[in-house]
Each structure stands twice: as structure tokens, then as C-alpha cells.
């Protein structure tokens, strides 16, 4: 556990869960590596459970060679940290739970969702509860004014626990490069035998450059020196490892949102920006990445708000043939929130006018912006003017 230890939005309903969680006895926390999933679990554990920690490779060995015997001494309640490294494992642990109902009677963390998922669809399907965890939320932090460059400090200093409050910008350099390493390493090559480490590299760092963009795969795989098809494959790694969050385009039909190009966008802004080369974040702000930076990050806060209140949302973005757009529609308790996310005050005629788009579930939209402030103020007749503390979405 750190030394320091920031309350995490998830807490109180792991520590008390209500019906949703009651269902389940098998709770499976996934997310990025480093964001306090094991720390957060302990945190929550009473007394007695065990921690088993797959990080060790004495453990996984022992618990890949005969997952039935490594199996047999251990009885819930229990917690599996990074369960992907012995996927074989969930078979025993199936059996586990159908005698032990009891709600979180297993508690299991991954950091990949391609390696896990796969077995649990299989496996677990019906006892295990999906959660999600990401790195801390500016709610979470719950420091620091909302202007620009005060805006941008806590923007770089990313969302991982371990650099919140590190104002000497070689370590946070050092930690993130670190992290970076290790992920291809570790993670990508060890997991998913990928031989083209540099090309790779690289690969993540023109997805960096390109956040809050709309993905073109043609484009992105010539500048990486792969093939189209390998940057798609890869885009779905970087997915899967919750790094990056792809956006459909709006269609009211839903199938139709997948065969046109989405919108990526890295989950941690802040890391995005390390691996663009920003390495201040008043560089950042005006630099040419600034813009791109600060509508990530404002929908990587976005994503953690309902995530981590065990609540389900659709995100997609719209746009018409003419090039009128919204940056991101939220799809929430049956009604769909329109955001536009601009650094400075926006000028009412470069809103489009939601009465022509004519759907009757629209809420009004809400313009983000670190010129607006926590109460809206009406900036043309359709769209409100607020800061990023002030983004309201009904109940959430």
C-alpha cells in the first residue's frame, strides 16, 4: 500500500457493495498497471484473505505447472493478482466459486483484458463481476484551481499514484520512460510475441501524436513502418491493455458505428504527452498538442467518473459530411450528453445547432472549457459553457 494513500472513488462500494456486486462471487478488477489495483484490493480485504501475487515467477511457475495442485491448499476468500500470467488457473477457481457463493469470495486483478477476457467469457461467465480501475481522476486528486497552467501541471504529472505531487520533472520523466519499457517488454512482447520492438515503439509514440484524433490506419501504419493491417492489430492491443479507449462515430444504428473510422484517445493524457516529446507542461499547453491533450484528458475524467462508480456509458463522437462535429456524445440513463471540449471560450456560430440534429433523447450540450467555471453560463441556444468540475450528466 503507499505511503500516502489517496481514496479512490471505487472504495466505499468494494468495502460496502450493494445488489450489483452482491451477484457475483468472483470479483475480476482490470486496468492499467501501476494504477493501485492490488493496493486498492488490499486496502478493501478484511482480515484473513490471502493474497497470492502472479508477479512472482516462482509462484507462476508453480501455479502454470499444475494449476489443479496450486489450487488445492488455497480457500477463499482469496485475491490473484495479474491473473493473465496462468489463465489456467480459472478453471479451478470456477469450481471455487460455485461452492463458495458468497459475494467476492474470489477477487482476481489483470492488466490485459485480451489475455483475461477470453478465459472468463469461457470460464467464469455469469460469476464474475467486470470493474475497472484506471489511474487517479482529478476528482480523485482533489487539488489544484482549474486555470491554464495550473490545468496543465496536474495534466503531466499523469495519473499514476506513485508520481502524484512530483514536481522534479527528471523523476517523472524517469518513472514514466521506465514504465514505458517495461510495458513492451513485459507485457506486449512476453504476452503476445511481438518481435518488432522498435517498430512497435514507435508505433506508440505516432498513437501518442495522434490522440483525440480520428484514426488513419493508412497514415499511421506508414509513419511506423507497418502494414495496415498490423497497426489495426496493434490499436487493439493498446486497447486491450487500457492504455488507449477507440471512439465509434454516432450512428443511431449501432452496427453502423463500427465500419466507420473512431476517434482515439489515450486514457492518461499525461503519458500521451511523454511520449510526444512534451517534457513541460507549459510547453504542452502551447504547443500544438495542447488542444489534443486537453480534450483527452477531459474524457479520460470523464471515463474514470462513471467507471469508477460501477456505471455503464456509451461514448462515440458525430460528425456530418459538411465537417460540423461534436467532440464526444455521452450515452447515459437512457439520455445522450453532447460535450464539445475547447481550451478557450468558443464562438456561438462554431457550435452546431442540436435542434436540427433532431433527436429527442439530447440533452442540452455542454461546451468544456478552462475559460468556463463550475455553474453554466449560456454561450448560444443550444450549448452551455462550463469548466471540467462542472460537466453535469443527470444522476452520475
Not at 81 to 87: F, L, M, R
Not at 203 to 211: D, E, N, Y
Not at 254 to 270: C, E, Q, T, V
Request: positive net charge.
Amino acid at each position: 500500500m503507499p505511503i500516502h494513500w489517496t481514496p479512490r472513488t471505487l472504495e466505499p462500494l468494494l468495502k460496502r457493495p450493494g445488489r450489483a456486486l452482491d451477484l457475483f462471487p468472483v470479483w475480476l478488477l482490470l486496468g492499467p498497471r501501476q494504477v493501485g489495483k492490488s493496493s486498492l484490493l488490499n486496502r478493501c480485504a478484511t482480515a484473513g484473505r490471502r493474497a497470492i501475487d502472479l508477479d512472482d515467477l516462482d509462484v507462476r511457475a508453480r501455479a502454470n505447472q499444475d494449476p489443479e495442485l496450486f489450487m488445492r491448499g488455497v480457500t477463499p476468500p482469496f485475491l490473484i493478482d495479474e491473473i493473465q500470467y496462468a489463465p489456467q488457473l480459472l478453471s479451478p477457481i470456477k469450481r471455487i466459486a460455485d461452492r463458495a457463493a458468497a459475494p467476492g469470495a474470489v477477487w482476481l486483478t489483470g492488466s490485459q483484458n485480451f489475455a483475461v477476457m477470453e478465459g472468463v467469457t469461457e470460464t467464469l461467465a455469469g460469476r464474475a463481476a467486470i470493474i475497472n480501475l484506471f489511474g487517479l481522476s482529478d476528482e480523485e486528486k482533489g487539488r489544484g484551481g482549474e486555470d491554464p497552467a495550473g490545468y496543465f501541471r496536474r495534466l503531466a504529472e499523469s495519473s499514476f499514484p506513485k508520481l502524484r505531487g512530483v514536481e522534479d520533472a527528471a523523476a517523472r520523466e524517469l518513472y514514466l520512460s521506465s514504465y514505458v519499457q517495461t510495458y513492451i517488454e513485459r507485457d506486449v512482447r512476453e504476452l503476445l510475441r511481438i518481435e518488432k520492438r522498435r517498430e512497435f515503439e514507435i508505433f506508440l509514440k505516432m498513437c501518442a501524436l495522434r490522440t483525440a484524433q480520428i484514426v488513419n490506419y493508412d497514415a499511421l501504419a506508414k509513419d511506423a513502418g507497418v502494414s495496415p493491417a498490423t497497426a489495426k492489430d496493434w490499436l487493439g492491443l493498446l486497447e486491450d491493455s487500457f492504455l488507449i479507449r477507440l471512439v465509434e462515430p454516432f450512428h443511431t444504428n449501432r452496427n453502423k458505428r463500427l465500419i466507420k473510422s473512431p476517434k482515439l484517445h489515450f486514457i492518461d493524457a499525461g503519458l500521451a504527452a511523454h511520449l510526444a516529446g512534451w517534457r513541460t507542461p507549459e510547453s504542452l499547453r502551447l504547443g500544438p498538442m495542447g488542444g489534443a491533450a486537453f480534450e483527452s484528458h477531459v474524457f479520460g475524467q470523464i471515463l474514470r467518473r462513471f467507471r469508477h462508480r460501477l456505471r455503464e456509458v456509451e461514448f462515440s463522437f458525430w460528425r456530418t459530411r459538411d465537417g460540423q462535429e461534436i467532440d464526444l456524445l455521452v450515452e447515459a440513463s437512457g439520455r445522450c450528453f453532447p460535450v464539445e471540449i475547447k481550451m478557450g471560450r468558443p464562438q456561438a456560430r462554431s457550435l452546431p445547432s442540436l435542434k436540427s440534429i433532431a433527436h429527442p433523447n439530447w440533452a442540452r450540450g455542454q461546451v468544456v472549457s478552462l475559460s468556463g467555471g463550475r455553474e453554466p453560463v449560456a454561450v448560444a441556444e443550444d450549448w452551455d459553457l462550463v469548466s471540467p468540475a462542472g460537466l453535469r450528466f443527470a444522476d452520475a
